[in-house]
C-alpha cells in the first residue's frame, strides 16, 4: 500500500473530519469571544475604573528614543492589558467547553442508565421452556 492511499485512508475517517470541523468550529467561537471581550466587556469595565482602556495598558521598561545614529528606537513595553484580554477570553473558552463537556456526559449517562432489554432467548431455552410448560399439563389432574 504506498503512502499516498494511506494518506487517504487516514483522512477519510470520520475522527479525522470530526477533527477538522472542531478546529474551524473553534477558531469561529475563538474569533466571537475575543470580539466580545474587547468589543462588549472590556469597555465597561474600564469605564468604570475610571476611563482605563485595557488594551493599552502597558508596563513601560524602557521608553521609546533615538539612538547614535538618529534612528527611533521603540519603547519596550509589557502589554499587560492585552494580556488580561487574553486571560479573560481565556477563561470564557474554558467555561463554554466546560458546559459543552458537561452536557455530552449527561446523555451519555441518560444512554448507559436506560434499561437494556432482556435477550433473546436461546433455541435451547425455548426447547426447554415448551419441555417444562408440557410436563406441567400432564402433571394437572383433570
Known amino acids: 500500500m504506498g503512502m499516498l492511499q494511506e494518506f487517504k485512508d487516514f483522512a477519510m475517517r470520520g475522527n479525522v473530519i470530526d477533527l477538522a470541523v472542531g478546529v474551524v468550529i473553534g477558531g469561529a467561537f475563538g474569533k466571537i469571544v475575543s470580539s466580545l471581550v474587547d468589543q462588549v466587556i472590556m469597555p465597561p469595565i474600564g469605564w468604570l475604573i475610571g476611563g482605563v482602556d485595557f488594551s493599552s495598558w502597558v508596563i513601560t521598561l524602557k521608553e521609546a528614543g533615538v539612538d547614535a545614529a538618529g534612528a527611533a528606537v521603540p ?3 509589557i502589554g499587560i492589558g492585552e494580556f488580561i484580554n487574553t486571560l479573560i477570553q481565556f477563561i470564557i473558552i474554558a467555561f463554554a467547553i466546560f458546559l ?3 452536557v455530552i456526559n449527561s446523555l451519555h449517562r441518560k444512554k448507559e442508565d436506560a434499561p437494556a432489554a ?3 432467548p436461546t433455541p435451547e431455552q425455548e426447547l426447554l421452556t415448551e419441555i417444562r410448560d408440557l410436563l406441567k399439563q400432564q402433571s394437572r389432574p383433570g
Do not use: H
Request: glycine share 0%.
Open 75 to 77: 519603547a519596550v513595553v
Open 100 to 102: 459543552v463537556v458537561k
Open 118 to 120: 432482556p435477550p433473546a
